[in-house]
C-alpha cells in the first residue's frame, strides 16, 4: 500500500473559476410563456382532507398518545391531575424524539444507512451557512449524487458508501482503490462524472465556471488515511465529511451560495420528485 505518499488534504482547487467569455455570448434565459386565460375551478379545502394530511395526522396521533397516557395514569394513581401530567410529558417526549428522527429524505427514499449518517452531518453545517441538496438525479442518466453541499468553502459532491466491513479498504500506487479483492475504478470514475456533469450544468447558468468537488464517504471498514484523492475523487472514512468541507479557505460569498444552491435545485432534479 502506497498510501504514506499521498497527500492527505484532498483537492485545494478553487471551487469558482472567472469565465473569459463576456455576458453577451452566454445563453440567455428562456422567457415564460404567457398564462393562458382558461383557469381550473378551485376545490375548497374540508376539514376532512385537511386532517389526511402527514402534519395533522402526526398532531393527531400525539393527541390520541397523550389523552391515553393521561386517563391510563390517572385511573392508576386515582389522581386525574397527575394523569394530565403524564399527558403532557408523554407529548413532548413524543415531539422530541420526532424532532430527533427526522430526516429531509423520507425514509422509503433512503437508499442506505449511510446516506442517512452523511445527512446528519451535514445538516449540523447550516448554522455555518452551507446548504444541501440530497439525492438529486444527474440529467438523462441513472447517476445520482447522494447529497450536494454548496457553502462558503465551495461546492462538493458527496456519494456515502457502505462497504462490508470484514473486507479492508486499501490504495496501490495512489490511483487503485480496493475493497477486499474489488476493484472500484468504475465507482471512482462514477462519482468523477457524476460531479462534473453537475459542474457543467451550474456553470452554463451561474455564468462562471463552478467546480464540484467529488468524494466517497465510506462507512463500515476502517479508511487507513486522513482524506486522499484518488483518479480525482476524495476518499475518506464517512464519519469525516463535514471536516472535510470546513478545512478550506472562503471562497463563496453568500450570494454566490444561494445563487448556486438555486441553481443546482433547478438543474439537478430530485430523484425522487419534491418532498
Avoid at 376539514?47 to 402534519?55: D, I, N, T, Y
Avoid at 390517572?74 to 403532557?88: K, P, Y
Avoid at 464540484?212 to 480525482?232: C, D, E, F, N, Q
Amino acid at each position: 500500500m502506497d498510501s504514506d505518499k499521498q497527500r492527505e488534504d484532498g483537492h485545494n482547487a478553487s471551487p469558482i473559476w472567472v469565465s473569459d467569455r463576456p455576458e453577451s455570448e452566454q445563453t440567455a434565459a428562456a422567457k415564460p410563456s404567457a398564462p393562458t386565460s382558461t383557469y381550473a375551478p378551485v376545490e375548497r379545502a374540508s376539514v376532512r382532507s385537511l386532517l389526511q394530511q402527514p402534519r395533522f395526522r402526526r398532531l393527531r396521533n400525539r393527541l390520541l398518545a397523550a389523552v391515553g397516557v393521561a386517563l391510563v395514569v390517572g385511573f392508576l394513581v386515582g389522581d386525574w391531575r397527575v394523569g394530565v401530567t403524564a399527558g403532557v410529558v408523554a407529548a413532548i417526549l413524543e415531539a422530541v424524539y420526532r424532532a430527533r428522527s427526522n430526516s429531509s429524505v423520507p425514509a422509503w427514499r433512503r437508499a442506505s444507512v449511510a446516506e442517512r449518517r452523511t445527512e446528519a452531518q451535514l445538516r449540523k453545517l447550516e448554522r455555518l451557512g452551507y446548504r444541501t441538496l440530497h439525492a438529486r438525479a444527474i440529467p438523462n442518466s441513472e447517476a445520482q449524487i447522494d447529497h450536494l453541499v454548496v457553502g462558503p468553502t465551495g461546492v462538493y459532491a458527496v456519494d456515502s458508501e457502505k462497504w462490508d466491513k470484514r473486507l479492508p479498504v486499501r490504495v496501490q500506487m495512489g490511483k487503485k482503490l480496493f475493497h477486499g479483492p474489488f476493484d472500484q475504478k468504475a465507482r471512482l470514475n462514477e462519482a468523477k462524472w457524476e460531479a462534473s456533469q453537475a459542474g457543467e450544468l451550474i456553470s452554463r447558468s451561474f455564468g462562471r465556471e463552478v467546480s464540484v468537488v467529488p468524494s466517497l464517504a465510506i462507512y463500515g471498514p476502517a479508511v487507513p488515511w486522513k482524506i486522499m484523492t484518488i483518479r480525482g475523487v476524495d476518499v475518506y472514512q464517512g464519519d469525516r465529511a463535514r471536516k472535510w468541507i470546513t478545512k478550506r479557505e472562503r471562497a463563496l460569498t453568500a450570494m454566490e451560495i444561494d445563487r448556486i444552491y438555486d441553481i443546482a435545485a433547478r438543474e439537478l432534479p430530485a430523484r425522487y420528485g419534491e418532498g
